[in-house]
């Protein structure tokens, strides 16, 4: 993600690869978890979360407009789904696209 117009380099400085994470289980609103670090640097990454925060491990509001926007912007959820959860629910259909469509660093 870009910070301050530094972008994430593929390689870290270290020289490790950046590795690609699977999520492995259904996230909702008020989770605190490592799984929504790693789903606010794919909102970032996919330009629908702001990147002048840095990533929270708290599933809120604004983690929740950010899957709402990645949802919207690729059609993930029917728009009955959209109205109801709101971005509150990152499920299986937003799983299966995350982890089938790994981020282009």
């Known amino acids: 993600f870009a910070?301050?117009?530094?972008?994430?380099?593929?390689?870290s400085v270290t020289?490790?690869?950046?590795?690609?994470y699977y999520f492995e289980k259904n996230l909702k609103?008020?989770?605190?978890?490592y799984d929504v670090v790693k789903l606010c640097e794919r909102l970032i990454v996919a330009d629908c979360l702001?990147?002048?925060n840095p990533p929270t491990p708290h599933?809120?509001?604004?983690?929740?407009?950010?899957v709402r926007a990645f949802q919207k912007?690729?059609?993930?959820?029917?728009?009955?789904q959209d109205y109801w959860y709101q971005g509150?629910?990152?499920?299986?259909?937003t799983r299966l696209y995350l982890n089938?469509?790994?981020?282009?660093y």
């Open 3 to 11: 910070y301050k117009g530094v972008i994430t380099p593929v390689v």
């Open 15 to 20: 020289g490790k690869k950046k590795e690609i």
């Open 29 to 33: 609103f008020g989770n605190y978890d």
């Open 50 to 52: 702001p990147d002048f």
């Open 59 to 66: 599933y809120g509001i604004e983690v929740a407009r950010g």
């Open 73 to 80: 912007k690729y059609r993930i959820t029917s728009w009955w």
């Open 88 to 93: 509150k629910y990152c499920g299986p259909a």
């Open 100 to 104: 089938s469509n790994p981020p282009n």
